[in-house]
């Protein structure tokens, strides 16, 4: 036998091999050829949380596992390999349950990296990056993963996003896009190439938003004067500047160098994923690590095809070219292996983050099931940041009568009515977000889907969103009379009267732990939106709405539901930090603040269940991963620390620094750290 050795100098604990292999149980089952792991502590995710010492793989399988002092070195015949695990800490595999490997490649592109940064800094990191070779996107500059939450303090120099990228250039187009995908910024030259739907070029302008853009200026953002300020939500305006297609070089760099997309997963233990909105045109790159024999994953493509885009002037939905689009690439997948295509994108609201940095105020757009409050920011020169000083009342006559003018074009003068209110008159105006379609298309998608056999990952983040989607599941289901398992993913607010509903229709509930904390700037683009903050409490009153509902993983886990985990990188981070999630969902704290709601928190075994046999479930790969058990694919991971000892003795706070050691897949090592 040949004994590789981990390259640590950790000591063994817990488990020490029997000397003399007196203890080795009468059916054990040795074979040359075979791979024995001894010494660990390796957690099977079975159905009894059990934990076992070694490990014998037989090929790409899991042949056996055995507790302490059961296998030991002499026990191994001739020609079977031993690793020495040395009492590490031994998972399945993780899967991400959201994921868009693509955009989380580590490619040569310009990239804030979600770094809050001020109005200045932006600038000259748009200016540098842009100039170097290879960087432009064609005539545009483009910079990705903007934080537009965070950051962008004015300064002296520039007042607004627009301003910072007019310095960039005053001859080219320049935009970032946000990290979350649902944010833009862009500079004049941007906003002036806006078309009518004449095909004229007349820009986008105070003027412009009033007349021909009517429906685009809900998403297009003006300081107090109503000029543009360059901050765009949604990409609904960048079709009218031209710049639907821009950032695409990014894609291209990614099919230069498909190898890039392990370099995102199996350092980080990650051996499944769903691919949680696969453009049919990126496919290919899948389809050269494939070929190159380098894809290690067991992955699901959620394949994304935008409703709105195959409507025709109706409004009606050509579901029927949607759905021989997707059976056409299931089936191209049906016998590969590795992966599958054989999940559906829908999108049924945006996002819960509003703008407090513009005047009025941007609301979330999120649905939810509640008017969004219209709280007065006031600027905090010590913490540099916005804080509440109060709230519009919007049920107030001088509202009442305001939303009156503004309806019937007469928009009182802005600056007499700041001067004498308080506020800008469009704070008036009531609106509870908005689905990101029609609910009827919404819920025929859903049902024609369903009907097809593909399975929904829905992006629901606003209550009503949520509500929405598990009515769209809830009448698929009743309609088609299957039991296809549906995943909603996001969830950062559900009412209690849905709660019971993921149960009852077998739906997953997929979330970023890590966001499920607090993080102060982030929440104060959302929580005064929806619950007073200008009380004692601040943001954290314990009997806020926003409080009481937010990720609410343990009341769906009590409710009866299987709660699963995904990163969404590159969203907040091209990493996709498993063990911070982790941490994420054990503390409902990850910045060193108080938690988020702590009655939410879940324990280290569900949270490591999620990553692994609950996703394999929602996966519908169960069968053949998500637990370390005889017969299934023996992917694996091995751990520097032992995620459960620290959460069992009060240091949870260090599971995010946990490292993966090795990563195998199908029986192979694909990933060693060079630690
Ligand atoms: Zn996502």
Not at 60 to 72: F, H, K, L, M, Q
Not at 175 to 201: C, F, M, P, Q, W
Not at 463 to 477: G, H, K, L, Q, S
Request: proline share 5%; aromatic share 8%; charged share 25%.
């Amino acid at each position: 036998m040949n004994v590789s050795l981990l390259p640590t100098a950790f000591l063994p604990f817990l488990v020490l091999a029997a000397c003399n292999g007196q203890d080795a149980a009468p059916d054990l089952d040795i074979r040359a050829n075979d791979r024995v792991f001894i010494n660990g502590r390796i957690y099977t995710a079975n159905k009894d949380h059990a934990f076992a010492a070694s490990m014998i793989i037989r090929d790409d399988e899991i042949a056996a596992t055995y507790g302490p002092n059961v296998v030991t070195n002499e026990a191994v015949p001739d020609g079977a390999e031993v690793v020495d695990l040395h009492g590490h800490l031994v998972l399945p595999g993780l899967h991400d349950a959201h994921l868009h490997p693509i955009r989380a490649m580590p490619l040569d592109i310009c990239s804030l990296e979600d770094t809050p940064s001020t109005l200045t800094e932006i600038a000259a990191f748009t200016s540098d990056c842009t100039s170097k070779p290879g960087m432009s996107e064609g005539e545009w500059l483009g910079v990705l993963l903007w934080n537009f939450a965070a950051g962008n303090q004015p300064g002296d120099e520039f007042q607004s996003i627009r301003e910072a990228l007019d310095a960039v250039s005053t001859e080219k187009p320049v935009i970032l896009r946000g990290s979350d995908g649902h944010h833009y910024a862009v500079n004049s030259v941007a906003l002036a190439r806006a078309k009518n739907a004449n095909g004229e070029t007349v820009g986008f302008t105070k003027e412009t938003l009033a007349t021909e853009f009517t429906d685009l200026a809900p998403y297009i953002g003006v300081d107090e004067t109503g000029k543009l300020n360059g901050r765009l939500t949604e990409d609904y305006a960048l079709e009218a500047i031209g710049g639907e297609n821009i950032l695409d070089s990014s894609i291209a760099k990614a099919r230069d160098k498909p190898e890039l997309m392990m370099e995102v997963t199996l350092p980080r233990g990650i051996t499944s994923f769903l691919d949680a909105a696969a453009e049919p045109r990126t496919l290919d790159i899948y389809d050269e690590l494939r070929a190159k024999n380098e894809f290690h994953a067991r992955a699901h493509l959620t394949l994304y095809f935008d409703p709105g885009a195959y409507r025709d002037e109706a409004g009606t939905v050509d579901f029927d070219a949607i759905i021989a689009e997707a059976k056409t690439i299931r089936a191209k997948y049906a016998h590969d292996p590795l992966i599958k295509a054989d999940f559906l994108k829908l999108y049924a609201d945006g996002v819960l983050e509003g703008d407090p940095l513009t005047d009025p105020p941007t609301l979330p757009n999120g649905a939810f099931s509640r008017n969004y409050l219209q709280p007065i920011f006031a600027w905090d020169e010590a913490a540099q940041w916005v804080r509440v000083a109060s709230y519009v009342d919007t049920a107030s006559v001088l509202c009442v009568e305001t939303r009156a003018a503004i309806a019937a074009h007469q928009m009182p003068d802005i600056t007499s009515f700041k001067m004498e209110h308080g506020f800008h008159p469009q704070q008036c105006l009531e609106a509870n977000g908005v689905l990101q379609h029609p609910e009827d298309v919404i819920m025929d998608y859903v049902r024609i889907g369903d009907a097809a056999g593909f399975t929904f990952h829905i992006h629901a983040i606003g209550d009503r969103a949520v509500e929405t989607a598990i009515d769209a599941i809830e009448a698929a289901r009743r309609k088609n009379g299957g039991d296809n398992k549906h995943i909603i993913t996001h969830l950062q607010v559900v009412r209690p009267e849905d709660i019971a509903r993921f149960k009852s229709n077998d739906i997953y509930a997929s979330f970023t732990y890590a966001w499920a904390t607090r993080d102060t700037q982030y929440d104060a683009t959302v929580i005064p939106f929806i619950d007073r903050s200008d009380g004692p409490a601040g943001m954290y009153d314990p009997d806020g709405y926003y409080y009481r509902n937010v990720y609410p993983a343990a009341a769906l886990r009590d409710a009866g539901a299987v709660i699963i985990a995904g990163s969404d990188a590159p969203v907040d981070t091209k990493d996709p930090r498993p063990f911070v999630n982790i941490e994420g969902a054990v503390s409902r704290s990850i910045f060193d603040l108080p938690p988020l709601n702590e009655k939410q928190a879940i324990s280290i075994y569900e949270a490591v269940d999620a990553y692994t046999i609950n996703a394999a479930k929602a996966l519908q790969q169960d069968a053949i991963a998500g637990s370390l058990e005889p017969g299934k694919k023996a992917d694996f991971i091995i751990l520097d620390q032992d995620i459960f000892d620290l959460t069992a003795s009060g240091q949870a706070a260090q599971i995010s620094e946990t490292t993966v050691l090795e990563t195998w897949f199908g029986g192979e090592k694909v990933y060693a750290s060079s630690e």
